[in-house]
């Protein structure tokens, strides 16, 4: 364990140290002087253990302040995330828990952090020269079936819900369970339309393509998946078809493009699929690690994988692949429907993407391949930005 930590910690060292070499003025210039948000982080796990501090520079995980300085990231989205099997009170209790650690860090950190819940005020974040974080609720269990928890959810700052998460919830189903409601129910076209009078973005990562189709027909407002690849390129669950992609993209939607390299490479998923006792062996190697420790094992399942990775047991995935996903959605969707959703300690990051201080590198690569400084302003955050303002809107139009 005290080998493999120092392996990975060199090797980010001299990713580090070769990004910032290659990256160029006008990389570094247009990249540092642009509005750049990650709509999905799952940070806040380890917000909750008393240890962690946010400020300090971190070897493990990809988030804390310093890196988040150093790849230049104006806002973030900490998810609010527990496993779909918790429901009811307990699952409403673990989000407020998650929720008050949100609010604390922020209230810790007041020269580096703000809470922000518009497109505005991620501006004015920015102006002040703070990060501006913002908060997701990654799972529609955790509302407990009660509109009203979901109304108490959007007064605290939440702005996005995801409907489902790996489990099907009593209203959506999900992409990685079986079909049980064939999309939404009636009560969850009552949450999609509620969200939208409320101004919380509808994430239609992890649900099934059914659901995905019935919040199109049910959203009056632009929707988005806060954290999701494209299927023609790794043909996950969790990926969007291109019909879906250039279909989100015609309600006005945005699709942010998650890092993790069993989303990002075909190659990953078909070796992980033909050995599944290595994902056994990962797992108990996780437990041998950390535990039940919840945010010590999404942390080292990430190094784990990566030392996998990196022994050749499971094929090396390099960044360049979220470039090709970008691309991808670039040209199905248009420029002006992508966007960034790291999945950061919360999934397993590629060669080069180990944290948010490499965050310049997808600037460089995309004017590298041609793009103009709008465009790539784009998909670092203006997208996401357009959108909440058009959310917002949607809201503000529902008031009597
Ligand atoms: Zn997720």
Not at 50 to 75: C, N, Q, T, V, Y
Not at 118 to 145: S, W
Not at 212 to 220: K, N
Request: one cysteine or more.
């Amino acid at each position: 364990m005290f080998r493999a930590a120092h392996l990975i910690a060199f090797l980010s060292l001299g990713a580090i140290l070769m990004s910032a070499a290659t990256l160029s003025d006008q990389a570094k210039s247009l990249h540092f002087s642009s509005i750049v948000i990650d709509t999905h982080d799952d940070t806040t796990q380890r917000l909750l253990d008393p240890k962690f501090d946010l400020g300090a520079r971190h070897s493990d995980g990809s988030i804390d302040i310093p890196r988040m300085r150093d790849g230049g990231l104006s806002a973030l989205f900490f998810s609010i995330w527990i496993p779909s099997k918790i429901t009811g009170p307990q699952a409403v209790k673990q989000a407020l828990d998650q929720i008050d650690a949100v609010h604390e860090t922020v209230r810790n950190h007041p020269n580096d952090l703000v809470l922000a819940t518009t497109a505005d005020e991620i501006r004015a974040a920015r102006a002040q020269n703070k990060i501006a974080a913002l908060i997701g609720v990654e799972g529609g269990h955790m509302i407990a079936n009660d509109l009203g928890v979901l109304r108490s959810f959007a007064a605290l700052g939440v702005r996005y819900m995801t409907l489902t998460h790996t489990g099907n919830t009593d209203w959506a189903d999900s992409s990685t369970d079986k079909s049980e409601h064939n999309g939404l129910t009636d009560f969850g076209k009552d949450v999609v339309r509620e969200m939208n009078r409320l101004g919380v973005i509808v994430d239609v990562s992890h649900v099934s393509d059914k659901t995905f189709y019935d919040v199109l027909a049910t959203s009056e407002a632009p929707v988005f998946a806060s954290h999701s690849s494209c299927r023609a390129l790794c043909s996950a669950a969790r990926n969007m078809t291109d019909d879906m992609i250039r279909d989100l993209a015609k309600h006005g939607g945005v699709i942010q493009i998650n890092y993790h390299v069993g989303f990002l490479s075909q190659e990953f998923r078909n070796v992980e699929a033909a050995h599944p006792e290595l994902e056994k062996e990962i797992n108990a190697e996780i437990k041998k690690r950390c535990g039940d420790d919840e945010s010590c094992s999404l942390v080292a399942g990430d190094q784990i994988v990566r030392e996998y990775m990196q022994s050749g047991k499971l094929p090396r995935v390099d960044w360049t692949k979220i470039i090709e996903h970008i691309e991808h959605a670039i040209k199905i969707a248009g420029i002006d429907h992508v966007g960034l959703g790291s999945d950061f300690d919360g999934a397993m990051m590629p060669f080069g993407m180990e944290d948010a201080s490499h965050l310049p590198q997808i600037t460089a690569a995309l004017l590298q391949k041609g793009y103009s400084d709008s465009d790539i302003r784009k998909i670092l955050g203006e997208n996401t930005l357009r959108l909440l303002h058009e959310v917002q809107l949607a809201s503000a139009s529902t008031q009597p």
